[in-house]
Nanobody, 121 residues
Framework: QVQLVESGGGLVQAGGSLRLSCAAS????????MGWFRQGPGKEREFVAG????????GYADSVKGRFTISRDNAKNMVYLQMNRLKPEDTAVYYC??????????????WGPGTQVTVSS
């Protein structure tokens, strides 16, 4: 069982930065693929970024590539999402996610409650 809690959301102007954090419970944290999804107003939940290890696989949605960076600290059971050059279209509820094998909106095993990110123009 894994419990996830996000923090770090808020209101920021376009072009600004935010850093989201996700605290995970569980003694086998390092064995999980971790990631971030988001759901904007009237939209379906979509993949943002995923990570297996800091020096291994990391994946990003095309819409955030080059602006967002995902990282993890297995010693602290933490996952981070550094978001730079934010745009109004990044406005969404951001969810931390964990799964033993792969991340997808339909099959991911564990979800956090979400944190709101609002980017003003």
């Amino acid at each position: 069982q894994v419990q996830l809690v996000e923090s770090g959301g808020g209101l920021v102007q376009a072009g600004g930065s935010l850093r989201l954090s996700c605290a995970a419970s569980g003694r086998t944290f390092s064995s999980y693929v971790m990631g971030w999804f988001r759901q904007g107003p009237g939209k379906e939940r979509e993949f943002v970024a995923g990570i297996i290890s800091n020096d291994g696989w990391q994946g990003y949605a095309d819409s955030v590539k080059g602006r967002f960076t995902i990282s993890r600290d297995n010693a602290k059971n933490m996952v981070y999402l550094q978001m730079n050059r934010l745009k109004p279209e990044d406005t969404a509820v951001y969810y931390c996610a964990a799964d033993r094998s792969r991340l997808s909106p339909a099959t991911t095993q564990y979800w956090g409650p979400g944190t709101q990110v609002t980017v003003s123009s």
